[in-house]
């Protein structure tokens, strides 16, 4: 993931890369800084490659920064804010996460990583600054670890399923996925450098 996102920065630094009402554009060129700010602040607490990171945060830009930078260099596990503290203490329970990610309103996620002993880091954004231009808080920190980019097989990404036919399962997606997929896409849809995207889904989806 980083080095397309470095690659991009070389070829296509000035275009806007992600927008959100209200804010200044983040471009191209910006974003492989923000994902090195964010590599390097989980390296610094004993997080890096191979580690789970759970997350539970709002719908917005800087949230997808956060997904693109601890994919890149960990296995970001992004659960629904809607769940009970039951739920997320089940969630968490089983998949023991290094860190869990917060933003500022998440007391329920909070309460479970805080009985369940698992650190607690918090995303604290400034909106008045292009998406991407966030803090790492973290409140306990571990022994640093080597800062490292995921490489191409290694797992990016840990989904839940719906649900929908029996359990809720855990789903690895490695990084060449997550690249086939958003390869494949632009394709079937001839995206180009001229069109724009419009989120609307979950952010945890």
Not at 10 to 15: C, E, F, K, V, W
Not at 188 to 205: E, I, K, T
């Amino acid at each position: 993931l980083f080095s397309t996102f470095e690659a991009l920065a070389a070829t296509a630094g000035q275009r806007e890369a992600l927008l959100e009402p209200g804010r200044e554009a983040l471009r191209f060129a910006d974003l492989p800084s923000h994902l090195r700010a964010i590599r390097d602040s989980l390296a610094s607490h004993g997080i890096g490659r191979g580690d789970r990171v759970a997350s539970v945060l709002p719908r917005g830009a800087d949230t997808a920064v956060c997904f693109l930078g601890v994919a890149s260099c960990a296995i970001h596990v992004p659960l629904n804010p809607a769940y009970s503290e039951a739920e997320f203490t089940r969630y968490l329970a089983k998949l023991r996460p290094a860190a869990l990610i917060v933003g500022p309103h998440d007391s329920a996620a909070r309460r479970s990583a805080i009985a369940l002993g698992i650190p607690i880091v918090d995303l604290i954004a400034d909106d008045r600054m292009p998406p991407g231009a966030f803090e790492l808080r973290h409140r306990r920190a571990r022994a640093p670890v080597e800062p490292t980019w995921n490489a191409s097989d290694d797992v990016a990404l840990v989904l839940l399923t719906s649900g929908t036919t029996s359990q809720q399962k855990f789903v690895p997606i490695r990084q060449r996925h997550l690249l086939a997929y958003a390869n494949a896409s632009s394709g079937f849809y001839q995206l180009g450098p001229r069109d724009r995207g419009l989120h609307v889904m979950p952010m945890f989806h």
